[in-house]
C-alpha cells in the first residue's frame, strides 16, 4: 500500500497486546480503525481510552469462530467507515490442554482450530469479496507464530499446528490474488523474535461454552510468570519484544507489500535453517525445542 492516511483497518483480537497495539498504531498514521474482540468489556475499555487519546476507533464486539459474528463485524465496518482497507486476523488463543496430546481432550483441538485457523478462514471469506470490489488496494494480515510457523513447540500441539495452518493458508491466498491480478496484498506476520507480553496465556478466560472443557483440570493454567519459571529452570535467557515494535514492523510491511513480517534474530534463523535442513536431508527433527526461547 502507498498510504494509510485516510484508509480504514480492522484488527480482530483487539481489546488488548499485540491486537490493540496495531490498532492504535494505525489510527497514528491517520487511519479509520476497528477493533474487534470476544470480550467485550475489555474491548469497551480499550476502545474508551483510545477515543479519549483522539483516535478515529470503534470497537465491534466479535467470536471469529463464528462465520455470522465475522460478517456482522464486516457490515459494521462498512456501516461506519463506508469500506474496509486492512484486514488483520490477528485473534488467537492457547488451546489450555495438559498432558500429552494424545491425553488431550477433542475440544482442546476445536477451540484451537475455530480461533486461530477459522478465526483466519472466516476473516478472509468476510472481507475479501468487499475488498475485490471496492478494485482498490488493501492488505490481509494474518497473525502466525514461530511456534508452528519456523518450528513447532511439542508442548503445544493445537497452538503450533494452527499457527503453521496460518502460514499456508496465507500462501495461497497470496498465490490466487495475484492470479486474479488484484490490487490485494496479503502477509503472514510473526510476532517476536521474543516472547510477547499479551493476554495469550490468560485466553482461557474467553472460551465459550461451545468449546468447553469436558473435564476438570488437573494443574493450574500456564501463565506468563509459570513460563519464565519453567525456562529460566531450562538455562534459557528470558526476553521481550514490546508489541509496539511489532505493530511497527506491520506498519513498515504494509507500506513495503511484504509477505514475510518477519523480524530478522540469529535464533529464529537457526531454527528457521535447522529445519529446513532436517527437510532437506530426510533427517529426524533435533531441532524441536522443549520450551521456547
Known sequence: MRTLEGRVAVVTGGAGGLGR?????????????????????????????????????????????????????????????????????????????EGRMWEHELNDWKWAIGVNMMGVVHGINAFVPVMLEQDDEGHIVNTSSGNGGVSPLPSTPQYAATKAAVVTITECLYGQLQEVGSKLGASVLFPGPHILRTGLFESWRSRTDEFAKERPRKTPYTTVEGLEAQMKAAGVNIAYTPVEEVAELVVAGLLANEFWMHPRSERGDNQLLARTDSILNRTNPAYLRAVPG
Do not use: W
Open 21 to 97: 497495539a496495531m490498532g492504535e498504531r494505525f489510527a497514528g498514521a491517520g487511519m479509520k480503525v476497528v477493533l474487534a474482540d470476544v470480550q467485550a468489556e475489555p474491548l469497551a475499555r480499550t476502545v474508551a481510552e483510545c477515543r479519549e487519546a483522539g483516535m478515529d476507533i470503534i470497537g465491534v464486539p466479535t467470536d471469529v469462530t463464528n462465520y455470522a459474528s465475522v460478517e456482522a463485524l464486516r457490515d459494521a465496518t462498512l456501516s461506519a467507515f463506508g469500506a474496509v482497507h486492512v484486514v488483520c486476523n490477528n485473534a488467537g488463543i492457547g488451546a489450555g490442554a
